[in-house]
Every structure is written in structure tokens, then in C-alpha cells.
């Protein structure tokens, strides 16, 4: 089940009763513009109308090869650039997935009710196996551990990209069958999937932005980078030449246009690329003065940041006191309803 952001009036009227949002995102040392649009951006709208919690999972990022020397830097990063990004730690408690280790206590208990069969069917786990010589797992029990992520907390919102509504429709599944089990004590939680930004593509325009697959802009990098990157991606196929009409909608930078730009320069865009009046070069420029209006300020917060490293350290250290709270709560709940010796 999932849900489109809601509009302003919807969100006055839903002032009143504010429900619990959680969301996650791995330390992979990078933020980019596919993370920003599909899910960071949401979050930081949620946390100013509702209770929210925000975990960099760090147990999530030991699935994929990783140097454990990079680990906590890229923890750290990862922290800068969500908080640089406008992420106010005061409303959308911050903290790091290890630092809570009772989610990997729930993660056992909602394994002995999850049938394999339902977790071998999950897109994003078929997809990375097909990849991998010998399949660990962890990679299969992944989605588990993101069902205690969420349930531990009763959240009963999680605002993220497209490619994760799977993951949070199994979660349900997971809250329906503890409940069933044990009697009901969690919620059964929606994805919060941004209308335009819920699935970006890479800068090959065919699949999806990720970085495992090298085909991103990040948030911090510095505008030359990102121009260069940007200058070369791809358009619409069709349009081989630039007096060539070109098709805005099968064109993926049209759809960043939709993203970053003024609904007047969409609107132009949309008309002139179609009737070949500007060209794919010209069409990128606007585009990346509209970006780089967004991403300025951030990068300036983002150096602001990296300056006070210990800033950061407490934001998360006291992020990670008020989860753990919520978290120790649950767990006892959890205790009681499993049945579990209390000495
Ligand atoms: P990546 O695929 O680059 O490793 P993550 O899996 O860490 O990114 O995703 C973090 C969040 O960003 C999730 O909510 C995910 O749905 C969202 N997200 C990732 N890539 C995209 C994309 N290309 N378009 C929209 N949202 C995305
Ligand atoms: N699996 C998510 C991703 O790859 C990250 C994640 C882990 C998450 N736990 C979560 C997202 C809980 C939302 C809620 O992007």
C-alpha cells in the first residue's frame, strides 16, 4: 500500500493526528540525486508535520562488500550529507542502526515467523543474488531486518523510493503474523512514495540511479563534476540531431526538469524541446541552474558540518539515546507477549 505525498491542505487537516514515520537509508558513502528526490526530500517535508525517526543501517550496508575501515567514515558522511540536506535532528531523530541492537533481537523473532518462500520472491534480493557467486543469508533475511527497523518503532508511515514498496509490504506481512501469533501490538505501516521522484533513473537514462551502478550525481559533488556528468547523459534516443523534434516524456531529463525546475521553465521546456526550439545541451543548462540552486546551500551546510565533526557525533549520540528508548519499550512488550522467562 502506498501513498503519494499529500498536498498542503491535506496536510493541515491531517495535523491533528500525527502518526509515527520511520525511514533508512545504508551508509554507501554517497547521497545522490536519486536517494535526495525519491526519498530524502519526502522525509524532510514528514518531519515537519510528524514524529520521525531516520536509522543509517549500518547492520543492512554488511550484506554488500565492505572495508571495515571505511564503515564508520561512511556512517559519518552519510550523516553530514542527510543533515546538510535540510534533515532537522530535532524533529526526525537521527541515529545509526548499531547503535540499536534490540532491532536485531525483534530481527530474530520475526525470522521464526517469515516463510523463505516469501522472502525469495523479493525483487530487490533477486536481483542482487543474481549477481553473486554464492548467496549468504543475510541477503535473504535483508527485508527482515528492515520490517524490525520499523516495527520496533511502531511507525506506522515509511517515506521511500519506489524500489522499496516491496520491501514495506512485506513488513506488513511481518506485523500481520506476529500479531496473529502473539496478539496485536504492531502496527501495519504505508509507503510514503514521492509522486515524481519515486523512481529516478541513472545518467544512462535506463536504469534505475544507484551506486552500484556508477550512473549518479551526488549531492556534495563539486558543480564541475556534476556539469560533466549531466553534459553527457542521455535523452531522448529518438532525437539524434538538434533540429530533431525531440519526445520530453521519454526523455529522462525532462523528468529531472519535473524534479528541480519551475513549473514555467517545465512548461517551456516541455513545448520547445517537442517543436526542436532548444536542444539537449541547452535544455541541461537550465536544468542544472535550477539544481545548483538547491545544491549550493547544501554543500555550504555540508562543509559547515565537516568543520564540527562533533556536532554531528551528538546529534547522533543523542539520536541514538531517544531510539533506543522506543526501542527498549517494545521490546519488552515483545518479551511479555512471546512468553519469555522473566527472572
Ligand atoms: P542505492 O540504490 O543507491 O544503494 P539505497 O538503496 O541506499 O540507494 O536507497 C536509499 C533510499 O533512496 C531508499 O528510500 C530508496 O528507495 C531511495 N532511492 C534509491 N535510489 C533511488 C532512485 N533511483 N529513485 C528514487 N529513489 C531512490
Ligand atoms: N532497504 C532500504 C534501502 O535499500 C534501507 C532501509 C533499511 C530502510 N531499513 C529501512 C528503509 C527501514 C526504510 C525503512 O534503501
Given at each position: 500500500m502506498t501513498e503519494a505525498l499529500a498536498t498542503p491542505q491535506q496536510l493541515n487537516h491531517t495535523m491533528t493526528k500525527t502518526k509515527r514515520a520511520l525511514t533508512g537509508i545504508q551508509p554507501s558513502g554517497e547521497l545522490h540525486i536519486g536517494n535526495y528526490l525519491g526519498a530524502v526530500r519526502n522525509w524532510i517535508r514528514l518531519a515537519q508535520r510528524q514524529e520521525m525517526f531516520t536509522s543509517i543501517v549500518d547492520y543492512h550496508a554488511l550484506t554488500s562488500p565492505l572495508d571495515s575501515e571505511e564503515l564508520a567514515q561512511k556512517t559519518f558522511d552519510m550523516a553530514v550529507a542527510i543533515l546538510a540536506a535540510g534533515l532537522d535532528p530535532e524533529k526526525a531523530t537521527l541515529f545509526v542502526?548499531?547503535?540499536?541492537?534490540e532491532v536485531t533481537e525483534l530481527t530474530w523473532i520475526y525470522l521464526t515467523l517469515t516463510p523463505i518462500g516469501e522472502l525469495e520472491r523479493m525483487t530487490q534480493f533477486k536481483d542482487k543474488a543474481s549477481r553473486q557467486q554464492s548467496i549468504l543469508s543475510g541477503l535473504l533475511t535483508y527485508p527482515v531486518l528492515q520490517a524490525a527497523d520499523i516495527l520496533i518503532?511502531?511507525?506506522?508511515e515509511v517515506p521511500v523510493g519506489e524500489d522499496q514498496v516491496q520491501h514495506v509490504e512485506l513488513t506488513r506481512e511481518v506485523a500481520r503474523k506476529f500479531n496473529l501469533a502473539y496478539g496485536q501490538t504492531f502496527p501495519e505501516p504505508k509507503a510514503i512514495v514521492p509522486e515524481v521522484g519515486g523512481r529516478i533513473k541513472g545518467l544512462d537514462g535506463k536504469?534505475?540511479?544507484s551506486k552500484s551502478l556508477g550512473n549518479t550525481i551526488g549531492l556534495l559533488e563539486p558543480p564541475q563534476e556534476a556539469w560533466d556528468k549531466l553534459r553527457v547523459a542521455k535523452t531522448d534516443p529518438a532525437r539524434l540531431r538538434r533540429s530533431d523534434p525531440g519526445d520530453p516524456h521519454s526523455c529522462n531529463i525532462f523528468n529531472l526538469h519535473r524534479n528541480f525546475s519551475p513549473k514555467t521553465t517545465v512548461d517551456m521546456v516541455e513545448v520547445e524541446c517537442a517543436r526542436a526550439g532548444i536542444g539537449c545541451v541547452d535544455c541541461k543548462k537550465f536544468l542544472f541552474e535550477h539544481m545548483e540552486s538547491e545544491f549550493r546551500p547544501i554543500r555550504e551546510r555540508a562543509a559547515d558540518y565537516q568543520a564540527k565533526p562533533q556536532q554531528v557525533k551528538e546529534i547522533l549520540a543523542s539520536g541514538a539515546e531517544k531510539a533506543r528508548k522506543v526501542a527498549r519499550q517494545t521490546m519488552t512488550e515483545v518479551h511479555e507477549k512471546v512468553g519469555f522467562y522473566k527472572p
Open positions: 542502526q548499531s547503535q540499536i541492537p518503532f511502531k511507525a506506522e536504469t534505475k540511479m
